[in-house]
């Protein structure tokens, strides 16, 4: 059974992390190679205001933003209405990091122990 597992630390890449010519990634890091595992994922991403984002994992920046495609909005409901959840299909977004509180991906079980191994 798939999990979902956290893996801020894994997304919040350190710029020693990447080399200085063109703002292109080390190739040959560890880390690199452990978010590249990540692309097309399904990528559950929470937000400071309360909303959540479920899509496949796109691509990260050296920043620490987020790219989700065919990504799906979450977001509660304060009216008394049948479903708690309202939901709104969005397509391509961009997650800010400063805006991030949580960030979950589905994986199985051994990729779980792998990811928690970056967190050192």
């Not at 309360?50 to 920046?61: E, I």
């Not at 209405?81 to 709104?88: F, H, I, N």
Request: hydrophobic fraction near 35%.
């Amino acid at each position: 059974m798939e999990q979902l597992v956290e893996s801020s630390s894994v997304l919040q890449l350190e710029d020693q992390h990447y080399s200085s010519q063109l703002g292109m990634p080390n190739r040959s890091s560890p880390f690199v190679g452990q978010v590249q595992k990540l692309l097309f994922r399904r990528m559950l991403v929470g937000v400071n205001d309360g909303r959540f984002f479920v899509g496949a994992f796109h691509c990260m920046d050296k920043q620490g933003n987020i790219i989700l495609q065919d990504a799906v909005e979450y977001r509660s409901t304060r009216r008394s209405s049948p479903s708690p959840m309202e939901q709104r299909c969005l397509g391509l977004i961009l997650i800010p990091s400063s805006c991030r509180s949580s960030c979950h991906v589905d994986c199985s079980l051994e990729e779980q122990l792998s990811l928690l191994s970056l967190q050192k």
